[in-house]
């Protein structure tokens, strides 16, 4: 590991990250190399970020060309590539939802989703699920569970709950005529890769209409193919009130997007000046976005995860090992619940050369890029194996 950059950035770095002993500086569809030259089966894909995969020459054209006409385009005017996004994303988005607030991240798309709830309902109460994340800012963090995370912020903003997820009962008791909004994942990926019931995600979704709350599914790391369709929305039949997506929406580029439905564009309620972004809608992002949306599409990501997925639970589940306690997720989200803390293996599995996540403090998450291919898939889950034995 190069231990000039490492110092420096160790030096000058804000200090929230725990970092891992590598310094990744290339990538190439599902692999990543460090300053060694060493290589990585990369089942991080940056987060959720890189569904696409690393180093694409089609994202990497798009930018440049975009660049070289104009990178940035407040929303105080009108955009060419801004439209042809917007268009693109009503086409390719759940049934209903054909409005965007475009912004820069997740944590933002959820922050505007919470916004526009309580401005068209004139509600404020939110109402999150345990285990739910959505992003570190002050509204997405009052939602969010992980006390470690909200505690040390408090007071965050007033009226969010949170309920047992998967508990249609928790959610009756729960919703009133004070509920602006209800969100959920219908995976919950960093709370430990929980799947939620079709059931539960219907009833919720009936609840909500029958009492005038609004249901928002943050698909920030569910979006874009990763659990097998091109949103999860369409595995369980739902159609939101608002759906919040980021990561993989521009190829890695940072971009985050509110998609809103006809109960909150008809309310009357969105205001010229209500709410704002500077990089919103920028015009180097859309551009991404758009080449990235070709490629999902062209190269049939979704269903790729889907086959892969399926191939890796079954190969996962196959194993006999005291360490391995559920194999769960949708598509290339997957979590191996262990007996034990999950750390020790993340770090056994960098030493092999394969790069996961934690979902928590005892499942391991493995996240590959969707197009990861079956050789690079089964290598990874052979030295999962090994480590998992
Ligand atoms: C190392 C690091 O920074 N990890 C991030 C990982 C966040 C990953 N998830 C982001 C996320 C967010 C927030 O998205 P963003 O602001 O990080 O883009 C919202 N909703 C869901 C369902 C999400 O999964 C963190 O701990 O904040």
Redesign the pocket.
Known sequence: MGTNLVEIENQYTSGV?GKRPVEIVRGQGALLWDAEGRRYIDCMAG??VANIGHGRTEIAAALAAQAQRLTTCPEVVYNDVRARLLERLAQVTPEGLNNFFLCN??????EGAFKFARLVTGRTGIIATLR??????MG?LSATWEKH?REPFAPLIPDVSHIRYNDLNAAANAITEDTAAVII?LVQ??GGVHVAQEEYVQGLAALCRERGALLII?????GFGRTGTLFACEQYGVQPAIL?L??SLAGGV?M?AVCLGTRVMESGHISKGSHGSTFGGNPLACAAALATLEILEHEELANRAAALGAHAQQRLRSMQSPLVREVRGRGLLIGIELTKRVQPYLEALCERGVLALPAGANVLRLLPPLVIDQTQLDEALDIVQEVLR
């Open positions: 990250y987060h959720g991240s997740g944590t933002e798309a959820v739910g994340f959505h992003g570190r800012s997405a995370y994942e990926a960093e943050d698909e920030i790391q569910t919040c980021a990561k940072p985050g």
